[in-house]
């Protein structure tokens, strides 16, 4: 494609926008509690096409799929472990087709669900699960897979090396962070940003960083300690809007684009070469965001 490799564009020097929330828009567009929402890229694929082109029309650089819960084992609770393949290929075609030539497409590849640690599942499991559907995302037209929203590093590793053995694609990989009683991020799974950013660049990624469970402010303390232990590398960051607030019974994410895009800069300083949105971020989020990089 014309566009090259992101980690091309990032050595020029360029700061890029991804894309927002997947999630909280598709329930905006009626998925229910406890529905599969990869089924929609095959039942209802214009309403995912609607969120993609959204993001694109926005101004993203860059644009995820409908398929984080895309591997066999997340299918499995909805008895669709056998579609893994068609569900992740109409995901990335989806986002190819609104992508077009002019954005990457960066594809969803979220946490199985399953722990090495407590015997759940082998080593052989997991990365033969990660392959499978790595696999159909590249199929599908996916230039990069985003494993993301990690928080342990065996599964995580096993996820990189699952992509870079068996597809194209560049890999991004993203833990998720909690701050900690002693103000000191970590993953539920104890793992540091340093950690994190030394391990998945072992494992074989090409750009590392973090998503979900904070809002932008705190996703800049976050890079500077990724980006001490790793001061070459790419970051980036998919940060919530704001942590969420439950209001009539339903959490809602009080961080508006204006104040997303007020810290933008501040990011950008502390390291990070890709920015986008997690959680409650919007359409609007990410053009407000676009616009001071601009």
């Known amino acids: 494609m ?15 926008v991804s894309d927002g929330a997947w999630g909280t828009f598709l ?8 529905e599969c929402p990869e089924l ?32 066999r084992y997340k299918l499995m609770h909805y008895g669709l472990g056998e579609r893994v393949t068609e569900l992740n290929e109409a ?3 989806i986002s190819r087709r609104a992508a077009g030539d002019s954005a990457w497409v960066i594809a969803s590849m979220g946490p199985t669900g399953k722990m090495l640690i407590m015997g759940d599942v082998t080593e052989e499991e997991l990365y033969d699960a990660f392959r499978e559907q790595a696999v159909a995302l590249e199929r599908g037209g996916a230039d990069a897979i985003c494993i993301e929203t990690m928080s342990a590093l ?20 993203t833990f998720t962070f ?7 991020f970590h993953t539920m799974m104890g793992v540091t940003p340093p950690q994190a950013a030394v391990e998945c660049l072992a494992a074989g990624a090409d750009i590392i960083g973090t998503n979900c469970g904070n809002g932008i402010s705190r996703m800049i303390r ?7 232990a790793a001061p070459e590398a790419p970051i980036l960051v998919h940060a919530n809007a704001g942590l969420p607030v439950n209001v ?47």
């Not at 014309?2 to 890029?16: M, N, Q, S, Y």
């Open 27 to 34: 329930q905006k567009k009626g998925l229910k509690p406890g």
């Open 154 to 173: 065996d599964e995580a590793s096993l996820a990189v090396r699952a992509v870079k053995e068996h597809t194209k694609c560049e890999i991004i990989c």
């Open 40 to 71: 929609w890229c095959v039942e209802r694929p214009d309403d995912v096409f609607d969120v993609a082109r959204s993001y694109i029309e926005a101004g993203a650089d860059m644009i995820e799929t409908n398929s984080f819960g895309g591997t």
């Open 222 to 228: 976050i890079v500077k300690e990724m980006r001490s």
């Open 248 to 294: 009539d019974g339903r959490d809602t994410f009080p961080e508006t684009p204006e104040y997303m895009a007020a810290q933008v800069e501040e990011l950008a300083a502390a390291g990070a070469n890709i920015i986008g949105g997690c959680c409650g971020t919007s359409p609007a989020h990410i053009a407000a965001m676009k616009a001071v990089l601009k």
């Open 2 to 16: 014309k566009k090259g490799k992101i980690v091309d564009a990032l050595k020029e020097g360029r700061i890029l």
């Open 178 to 184: 909690e701050l900690g009683v002693h103000d000191t």
């Open 91 to 93: 995901a990335a075609a």
